[in-house]
């Protein structure tokens, strides 16, 4: 009689104690955030066999993967379930339990929704007339100047697209002079709306400028009248490179003489003075 002894041994790399079993729920993250940084707290799973205090452990080891021809990065829903937990993984976690394995048990959900432009303090817009390239009043109505718009998203700048990541809401008219505000809101993976009080400025013209011409200021005869008020009321300003029939209004400027009286023989020297779209 021959007796033959068989021992069942453990596969490599499996340690002796429970198996721990790991199902994924479904759960969301905002985009730009990164699979490796979605906060422990927010990973929604069941788990059975895990000793009592070892669940933050767990939860460190528990890395999203995406799965299916769905895997996208994009704002939707997508497939997901958790990367294997390795026996090297386990013996380097610390945990309190003995654990033969970490089984992950299925898939899930995970929602990634829209990064909300309106909250992010990393959105900045570049690009729009300054400096050398200013704008200066002219009267004519202008097309917005093209800007570009870049975020930090996961920790890195990138340059949104027009019409694919956001969408030009408002902005100011462009005639007139001074700060023009510029608001646009988010699409495809962003959201919300982002206001840019200050985008860019028209400066007002210089009114010392050759192309503005005075009317109004001819002599006039010495009577012991005081002229002041009929001279300024009969001054005319015009910007010839818009017009040279249309006098400006007062809204762009005001006359002054540099005295109170006007009515001695001499000279009297008028200053006009720039308000509205004109300056200096």
Known sequence: LLLFLMALLPLAGWAAGTDVVVKPFNMTKTYGTADSEIAAANLVYTVTNLTSGDEDKLAALLKVKRTGSNASENVGEWSYTFQNITSDQITSAGFTGTYARILIDGSATLTIEPLDISSSSSIAISGLPS??????????????????????VGGEEVTLVKDTDYEVKTYTELVNAGAKAITITGKGNYTGDKAFTDAFTISAKSIASNDITVTGLD????????????????????DTAISSTEALTSASYTAAFSESVVKEPGKYIVTITGAGNYAG
């Open 219 to 238: 002599s006039k005869n010495a009577q012991g009248t005081d002229y002041a008020s009929t001279v300024l009321a009969g001054i005319k300003v015009y």
């Open 131 to 152: 400096g050398a390239n200013a704008w200066t009043y002219d009267g004519a109505t202008r097309a917005l100047p093209s800007f570009t718009v870049k975020a930090t």
